[in-house]
């Protein structure tokens, strides 16, 4: 049975945590599709053409070892406001939204454009204080070196950019339901997602009996 969780919400606001951990509570398949958009513009960045590189991707672009750090972040949200760079993603996100056994997929557009007709849709978001000291504390213990006013710089303009692009902009869809997760812990985040989906009919995989969720 397919049934798809589409998660949204600007960057470093928790929805990437909550969308893995409600994956494994669920038994589901879960996409990050900010990757996609990250190897795309990781080969703009070498020089390739990102039209071409989004009709071309293969899951071995996906396992590069340079996708996560800021450079790869602000290259994937500039080839994002490209039309045709979203719409050559958009067939292998939608089949893997309804392929058998349950998704979630979490991103800008999904709830909005990729899966308007997804069972369950939540919008995750924190304050920009928030979402910059998590991602500054993230950077500083993977050794990166810098600032949490540059993390702060970076994650405003980069928001700033996937809002205002005229494509599938980021925004909550009408019927998202918003987690604001400013003044949560990750389990207490993951504990409202689980609960939300429960109610929208989501049933783990396996059929087993709730864990402590
Ligand atoms: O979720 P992330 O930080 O890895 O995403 C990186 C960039 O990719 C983000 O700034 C905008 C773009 N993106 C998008 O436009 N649509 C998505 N569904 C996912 C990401």
């Known amino acids: 049975m397919a049934f798809t969780v589409a998660i949204d919400g600007p960057a470093a606001s928790g929805k990437g945590t909550v969308s893995r951990q409600v994956a494994a509570h669920f038994g589901f398949?879960?996409?990050?599709?900010?990757?996609?958009?990250?190897?795309?513009?990781?080969?703009?960045?070498?020089?390739?053409d990102p039209i071409e590189a989004a009709r071309t991707l293969s899951p071995r672009d996906l396992e590069r070892d340079d996708l996560r750090d800021s450079d790869a972040a602000q290259a994937a949200s500039r080839v994002a406001v490209i039309p045709e760079v979203r719409a050559a993603l958009l067939t292998f996100?939608?089949?893997?939204?309804?392929r058998a056994g349950g998704a979630v997929l979490d991103g800008r557009?999904?709830?909005?454009?990729?899966?308007?007709?997804?069972?369950?849709?939540?919008f995750i978001t924190a304050s920009d204080d928030i979402r910059a000291q998590r991602r500054f504390a993230e950077l500083s213990e993977s050794g990166a070196?810098?600032?949490?006013?540059?993390?702060?710089a970076d994650l405003r303009q980069?928001?700033?950019?996937?809002?205002?692009?005229?494509?599938?902009?980021?925004?909550?869809?009408?019927?998202?339901?918003?987690?604001?997760?400013?003044q949560?812990?990750?389990d207490e985040?993951?504990?409202?997602?689980?609960?939300?989906?429960?109610q929208r009919g989501g049933k783990r995989?396996?059929?087993g009996a709730p864990d402590r969720q």
């Not at 070196?145 to 702060?152: E, G, W």
């Not at 928001?159 to 019927?175: E, F, G, I």
């Open 189 to 198: 985040a993951v504990a409202q997602a689980v609960k939300i989906i429960t």
């Open 93 to 98: 996100q939608r089949a893997f939204a309804r």
């Open 29 to 48: 398949a879960h996409l990050d599709t900010g990757l996609l958009y990250r190897a795309v513009g990781r080969q703009m960045l070498a020089g390739a």
């Open 158 to 182: 980069r928001d700033t950019r996937d809002q205002a692009r005229a494509t599938a902009p980021l925004k909550p869809a009408d019927d998202a339901i918003l987690i604001d997760t400013s």
């Open 145 to 152: 070196i810098t600032s949490f006013d540059a993390v702060l």
């Open 205 to 207: 995989a396996d059929g």
């Open 109 to 122: 557009d999904i709830g909005t454009v990729i899966c308007p007709d997804a069972e369950a849709k939540l």
């Open 184 to 186: 949560m812990s990750i």
